[in-house]
């Protein structure tokens, strides 16, 4: 199967939520004006809110039913297209409690399902309560796999999703300066790591005190950038994926599957609490009795 997908590059406006569900509906009006054939739109994290909300993620936070999701499904639906955009989250039973979190609705307007952000990054852990899961979505347009930011730079993520059979992984991301080298760096890994393609939304602009930088990219199975925007203004990029080429990698050269060794990650993160000893060589010394 190929579809075509599209990342979207922007600049939320802090607090301004009906402004930015607009912006969003706009640049979906465009790209399937000049790409009719685009499947999957991405946008990047907290796209309805800005990212330096403080403690005003509070009253911004919407459940799965609230206006800005009825407004995006709406907007799917009328161009036929599955869109992933952030959001904060509030729970459904429990208001107190906000999600960072991506939402992924079909062509069709309906919603398929959330992924909340498991890998909170410094103030967010202030306001947003971690998800738990990795789930992937089953769709006509394959199995997707959504991470947000920081999750990026933890390889379990991707390789977990992988392994529930997604067929595409996408990003949604507020990634800032100076952090450029990371971004490209950790992106590219997480697809080779799984031989998978991926479709990463960054945003651009100033919030408060935070500068993002853009350089949003679709990338291949083997880590190649098949589309990027380079720099810091909006706009959108677009790449067919084909799902066959992943398969077709994975049982030829690239078996990464097949050649692996779970029996011997057994042991996983029993030295994590070495890791932050002040003293490397006891974290070393620690390491070599366990084996």
């Known amino acids: 199967m190929k579809i075509q997908v599209a990342s979207v590059q922007f600049q939320p406006q802090l607090n301004r939520v009906a402004f930015n569900l607009r912006a969003m509906a706009k640049w979906v009006n465009r790209i399937k004006s000049e790409q009719i054939d685009i499947k999957l739109i ?4 907290l796209s309805t809110t800005g990212y330096e909300c403080g403690t005003g993620f509070y009253q911004l936070a919407e459940t799965v039913t609230g206006q800005s999701v009825q407004y995006m499904q709406n907007v799917a639906k009328r161009y036929h297209v599955y869109l992933i955009f952030g959001f904060a989250q509030r729970d459904q039973t429990n208001a107190g409690t906000i999600y960072n979190s991506t939402m992924l609705i079909n062509d069709q307007g309906q919603i398929v399902g959330t992924y909340q952000k ?11 309560t971690p998800g738990k899961t990795y789930p992937v979505f089953k769709t006509k347009i394959g199995t997707i796999g959504m991470m947000i930011c920081y999750d990026t730079f933890f390889p379990e993520v991707a390789r977990i999703l992988a392994l529930e059979h997604a067929d595409l992984l996408t990003i949604s991301t507020n990634w800032e300066r100076p952090r450029i080298q990371d971004w490209e760096l950790c992106v590219r890994a997480r697809a080779l790591d799984n031989i998978i393609p991926i479709v990463a939304a960054n945003r651009i602009g100033f919030d408060k005190e935070l500068d993002f930088f853009g350089h949003s990219k ?3 199975p083997l880590g190649t950038v098949m589309s990027s925007l380079d720099s810091e203004r909006p706009g959108y990029l677009q790449a ?14 690239y078996s990464i599957y097949q050649d692996a060794h779970p029996e011997t990650y057994s042991e996983k993160w029993h030295l994590q609490g070495n890791m932050d000893s002040k003293d490397p060589k006891t974290a070393v010394v620690k390491a070599e009795d366990a084996n």
């Open 42 to 45: 991405v946008f990047p994290e």
């Open 218 to 220: 679709i990338i291949d």
């Open 118 to 128: 498991v890998h909170l990054f410094d103030t967010e852990q202030r306001y947003f």
């Open 240 to 253: 067919t994926i084909d799902y066959e080429q992943t398969r077709g990698l994975r049982h030829g050269y």
